[in-house]
């Protein structure tokens, strides 16, 4: 007839609730072994005491999983607590407890042990935003002004690159390194090239600059001069259509629209045994005597070692890159261009081509004209060592997996525009970042590479050596290329070139940063408010076109700019910090700038997942459908249908369309599975590349900005020839087209959709 007492209490020291049982009879006083006192006197009825034994049986019951319950939960709340503070997710204290079973270890202090900080968005951004400094910017850029130039491979370039390389060091990056390469160069030789007019048997000096064009064909070139406006294809069309030769001439254009190696390469297409090229007070005011300085090659990177890096230990094959002008190339002011302009006796240039020297534009001379230009250059090749300098900030998960920061650190010239402004910012960004990660705890998930280029002026030659010699695995390890190249070169209006992966980004980014521009009170509009903003196509002399077109990078490269008018002094002697001042409030704008990018960097870097915008390609395709579904019936007429590329983008859009589903519905605390969805995304730009040609031979194989047939433009223009010259059109370069066009996008939507069992084989 014993009976059991329940003592519920919880321990004083946080563990677990426990529950006491004690057996009265074994402890009770006055009374024998299992038999209490006043036995009689306490027995209640027969019936009673079952009913009794069975409440407290239930009872008991209930009161165990209760204290099991409260168990459970304490220990619970303590592992996900310790679980954030492994992470790094959230911040909190764990106690010794706590820290034991995190670990798996023991402890001999009973102190508690803090964790790391928690560092939610806004609190991040507005670290990043307070710590820059406009005098850390003006200290950096001023490196530039006491140098007459920062020629790649030079005295002044290594001095340079050894004082970036110092101070990354000073930031206690994580690793700092140098990569060398050794490469082929065009310089100008011993004396400068000349331009000159000859007619009825003399011959006049015309101009003889400092200025050179590198990778033009050294020796003499002779021929009468022909304006072609901005030396665009449509421009050579046009003046063709009007029967003017242009076999053996010497071609005139004004900068500005396509890059000079494009304009070069149009010339030389055309038949043109040279090329001038001048900044036209049209377009560049305050340019009257300025040449700029510029490269002829079709391509990025040394045309010497196409495809291959320049390591020295690199036994390079003996070929060429077949972007390599052959013609002569030279650069002229705009006064010579004047000067020139008004001793063609001929016609007048069409009405739309008006250029802005005095005098006006001729289009070439008479027929019955012996007038002629005469091109003498002697440019020299060189080869030359080079350093590219890298400094990274290891991330905490993904330590693998790295957005790239850079900037061109050569220039011909002071450069203070062109490679100061970019480096100004990337040393304080670099210090910015470091800072919040060493004193302020922050840690980010991936890390984040920062890139001093050199040879950028030659065509990105340092930044393309870099990404030849690690082809392998730098699609598979960088996610993102932030490009700070010439970001302020003007005040009212903002140039974009990205990524399609980065514009909701880069959109979001603009609206969250100050407006240096204005102000009212204490109060600043943001950039994203009402600054003009314009999308543009990346250009082959941009340090990000080879991480796009070439490795399948994403990329955003961004500036501030006037606009309506260009920065007149870019890559010529006078682009000098003084002149750089003119534009208002520049170190402000370079500060809003090196928001812009840091906030990229660190957003890409901090969230759970890549912030890249995978479906952005499913509206790219869709545009390009649109494009073509006007030619559906001449394609069919050629026994072809479009409906297999149609088809293929489809499969596209229902990968996006999983990948998001399978994002919402996985465990972001997993790293496994968040690691295998990142990966995911990370390959869509890659995807792009056409797997279909030799990185040899066609470099840039994005079917979106790349160049070649292999592209959506080019099939586009073929297609557009099926109306206008039927006859031109090579039906089996349009098959292949049509077939490598399908397999691409079908690729990019099988490697979207994940395992090889989940893609859609109902093509």
């Given at each position: 007839?014993?009976?059991?007492?329940?003592?519920?209490?919880?321990?004083?020291?946080?563990?677990?609730?426990?529950?006491?049982?004690?057996?009265?009879?074994?402890?009770?006083e006055?009374?024998?072994?299992?038999?209490?006192?006043h036995?009689?006197?306490?027995?209640?009825p027969?019936?009673?005491?079952g009913?009794?034994?069975?409440?407290l049986?239930?009872?008991?019951?209930?009161?165990l999983?209760?204290?099991?319950?409260?168990?459970?939960?304490?220990?619970?709340?303590?592992?996900?607590?310790?679980?954030?503070?492994?992470d790094g997710?959230?911040?909190?204290?764990?106690?010794?407890?706590?820290?034991?079973?995190?670990?798996?270890?023991?402890?001999?202090?009973?102190?508690?042990?803090?964790?790391?900080?928690?560092?939610?968005?806004p609190?991040?951004?507005?670290l990043?935003?307070?710590?820059?400094?406009?005098?850390?910017?003006?200290?950096?850029?001023?490196?530039?002004?006491?140098?007459?130039?920062?020629?790649?491979?030079?005295?002044?370039?290594?001095?340079?690159?050894?004082?970036?390389?110092?101070?990354?060091?000073?930031?206690?990056?994580?690793?700092?390194?140098?990569?060398?390469?050794?490469?082929?160069?065009?310089?100008?030789?011993?004396?400068?090239?000349?331009?000159?007019?000859?007619?009825?048997?003399?011959?006049?000096?015309?101009?003889?600059?400092?200025?050179?064009?590198?990778?033009?064909?050294s020796?003499?070139?002779?021929?009468?001069?022909?304006?072609?406006?901005?030396?665009?294809?449509?421009?050579?069309?046009?003046?063709?259509?009007?029967?003017?030769?242009?076999?053996?001439?010497?071609?005139?254009?004004?900068?500005?629209?396509?890059?000079?190696?494009?304009?070069?390469?149009?010339?030389?297409?055309?038949?043109?045994?040279?090329?001038?090229?001048?900044?036209?007070?049209?377009?560049?005011?305050?340019?009257?005597?300025?040449?700029?300085?510029?490269?002829?090659?079709?391509?990025?990177?040394?045309?010497?070692?196409?495809?291959?890096?320049?390591?020295?230990?690199?036994?390079?094959?003996?070929?060429?890159?077949?972007?390599?002008?052959?013609?002569?190339?030279?650069?002229?002011?705009?006064?010579?261009?004047?000067?020139?302009?008004?001793?063609?006796?001929?016609?007048?240039?069409?009405?739309?081509w008006?250029?802005?020297?005095?005098?006006?534009?001729?289009?070439?001379?008479?027929?019955?004209?012996?007038?002629?230009?005469?091109?003498?250059?002697?440019?020299?090749?060189?080869?030359?060592?080079?350093?590219?300098?890298?400094?990274?900030?290891?991330?905490?998960?993904?330590?693998?997996?790295?957005?790239?920061?850079?900037?061109?650190?050569?220039?011909?010239?002071?450069?203070?525009?062109?490679?100061?402004?970019?480096t100004?910012?990337?040393?304080?960004?670099?210090?910015?970042?470091?800072?919040?990660?060493?004193?302020?705890?922050?840690?980010?998930?991936?890390?984040?590479?920062?890139?001093?280029?050199?040879a950028?002026?030659?065509?990105?030659?340092?930044?393309?050596?870099w990404?030849?010699?690690?082809?392998?695995?730098?699609?598979?390890?960088?996610?993102?290329?932030?490009?700070?190249?010439?970001?302020?070169?003007?005040?009212?209006?903002?140039?974009?070139?990205?990524?399609?992966?980065?514009?909701?980004?880069?959109e979001?980014?603009?609206?969250?940063?100050?407006?240096?521009?204005?102000?009212?009170?204490?109060?600043?509009?943001?950039?994203?408010?009402?600054?003009?903003?314009?999308?543009?196509?990346?250009?082959?002399?941009?340090?990000?076109?080879?991480?796009?077109?070439?490795?399948?990078?994403?990329?955003?490269?961004?500036?501030?700019?006037?606009?309506?008018?260009?920065?007149?002094?870019?890559?010529?002697?006078?682009?000098?910090?003084?002149?750089?001042?003119?534009?208002?409030?520049?170190?402000?704008?370079?500060?809003?700038?090196?928001?812009?990018?840091?906030?990229?960097?660190?957003?890409?870097?901090?969230?759970?997942?890549?912030?890249?915008?995978?479906?952005?390609?499913?509206?790219?395709?869709?545009?390009?459908?649109?494009?073509?579904?006007?030619?559906?019936?001449?394609?069919?007429?050629?026994?072809?249908?479009?409906?297999?590329?149609?088809?293929?983008?489809?499969?596209?859009?229902?990968?996006?369309?999983?990948?998001?589903?399978?994002i919402?519905n996985?465990?972001?605390?997993?790293?496994?599975?968040?690691?295998?969805?990142?990966?995911?995304?990370?390959?869509?730009?890659?995807?792009?590349?056409?797997?279909?040609?030799?990185?040899?031979?066609?470099?840039?194989?994005?079917?979106?900005?790349?160049?070649?047939?292999?592209?959506?433009?080019?099939?586009?223009?073929?297609?557009?020839?099926?109306?206008?010259?039927?006859?031109?059109?090579?039906?089996?370069?349009?098959?292949?087209?049509?077939?490598?066009?399908?397999w691409?996008?079908?690729?990019?939507?099988?490697?979207?959709?994940?395992?090889?069992?989940?893609?859609?084989?109902?093509?």
């Amino acid at each position: 007839m014993s009976y059991t007492r329940f003592s519920i209490a919880r321990q004083m020291d946080g563990d677990n609730s426990h529950v006491e049982m004690k057996l009265s009879a074994d402890d009770e006083e006055g009374g024998e072994t299992g038999r209490p006192e006043h036995l009689h006197a306490n027995m209640p009825p027969r019936w009673r005491s079952g009913k009794n034994v069975c409440f407290l049986v239930i009872a008991a019951v209930l009161l165990l999983l209760i204290g099991f319950l409260i168990g459970y939960l304490s220990y619970r709340g303590r592992m996900q607590k310790a679980s954030r503070c492994l992470d790094g997710s959230g911040k909190c204290e764990m106690s010794p407890t706590a820290s034991y079973l995190a670990y798996g270890g023991e402890t001999e202090e009973e102190e508690e042990v803090p964790g790391p900080p928690v560092f939610y968005w806004p609190k991040l951004r507005d670290l990043l935003s307070d710590k820059l400094s406009d005098r850390h910017l003006e200290d950096n850029l001023r490196q530039r002004a006491n140098s007459y130039s920062f020629e790649a491979g030079q005295s002044e370039d290594e001095t340079l690159a050894s004082e970036i390389h110092d101070q990354f060091a000073s930031f206690l990056l994580d690793e700092v390194w140098n990569d060398e390469h050794y490469i082929r160069l065009q310089v100008k030789g011993r004396s400068n090239n000349r331009v000159s007019i000859l007619e009825n048997g003399e011959e006049e000096e015309l101009e003889s600059p400092d200025a050179y064009v590198a990778y033009s064909k050294s020796g003499l070139a002779v021929g009468k001069p022909v304006y072609v406006n901005y030396g665009l294809k449509a421009d050579f069309q046009r003046i063709q259509s009007q029967g003017v030769p242009l076999n053996g001439t010497i071609i005139i254009f004004r900068a500005g629209k396509i890059t000079l190696a494009e304009k070069v390469a149009n010339a030389k297409e055309a038949g043109a045994v040279g090329a001038l090229m001048y900044l036209d007070p049209s377009d560049y005011k305050m340019t009257d005597v300025l040449v700029p300085f510029g490269h002829a090659h079709l391509g990025t990177g040394d045309p010497f070692t196409p495809g291959f890096p320049s390591f020295n230990h690199t036994q390079f094959p003996p070929v060429e890159s077949s972007g390599l002008p052959r013609i002569a190339v030279q650069t002229i002011s705009s006064q010579a261009a004047g000067k020139l302009f008004r001793m063609v006796d001929g016609d007048e240039c069409f009405s739309d081509w008006k250029s802005g020297v005095m005098g006006g534009c001729k289009v070439m001379p008479r027929s019955t004209s012996n007038m002629a230009v005469k091109l003498s250059i002697n440019n020299v090749m060189v080869d030359r060592k080079i350093l590219n300098i890298f400094g990274a900030i290891k991330g905490s998960e993904e330590p693998d997996r790295y957005v790239v920061i850079g900037a061109q650190r050569d220039s011909w010239g002071p450069g203070a525009a062109k490679a100061g402004v970019g480096t100004a910012m990337l040393l304080e960004l670099a210090r910015v970042i470091s800072e919040i990660v060493k004193t302020d705890g922050y840690k980010p998930r991936r890390s984040i590479i920062f890139a001093s280029w050199s040879a950028g002026d030659y065509g990105a030659v340092g930044a393309t050596e870099w990404l030849e010699g690690y082809s392998a695995t730098l699609h598979a390890k960088a996610f993102t290329y932030i490009n700070l190249d010439a970001a302020v070169l003007g005040f009212n209006h903002m140039k974009i070139s990205a990524s399609p992966l980065l514009y909701t980004l880069l959109e979001r980014t603009m609206k969250g940063v100050k407006d240096p521009t204005k102000e009212s009170g204490s109060l600043y509009d943001r950039v994203g408010s009402d600054w003009v903003k314009t999308i543009v196509p990346l250009g082959l002399d941009n340090a990000a076109f080879p991480f796009l077109a070439y490795s399948g990078i994403p990329v955003v490269s961004f500036g501030f700019c006037n606009k309506d008018e260009e920065y007149p002094f870019l890559g010529t002697a006078q682009d000098t910090v003084e002149n750089l001042k003119m534009t208002d409030k520049l170190y402000a704008l370079m500060r809003a700038a090196a928001e812009v990018a840091g906030q990229v960097a660190l957003r890409l870097t901090h969230d759970h997942e890549l912030f890249l915008d995978f479906e952005r390609y499913s509206e790219e395709l869709l545009a390009f459908q649109e494009k073509f579904l006007p030619y559906n019936q001449q394609v069919k007429e050629l026994g072809l249908t479009l409906n297999w590329l149609f088809f293929a983008r489809g499969d596209f859009q229902r990968a996006t369309d999983a990948l998001r589903i399978d994002i919402a519905n996985s465990d972001r605390e997993n790293r496994i599975v968040r690691r295998a969805l990142n990966d995911r995304i990370m390959k869509v730009e890659y995807d792009f590349l056409s797997p279909y040609l030799s990185p040899k031979d066609a470099p840039f194989r994005h079917i979106f900005f790349g160049r070649g047939s292999h592209t959506l433009q080019s099939l586009l223009e073929n297609l557009q020839l099926l109306r206008t010259s039927r006859s031109s059109v090579d039906v089996d370069m349009l098959k292949e087209q049509l077939a490598l066009m399908t397999w691409t996008i079908k690729g990019a939507a099988n490697a979207l959709a994940g395992d090889i069992w989940d893609t859609d084989n109902e093509f």
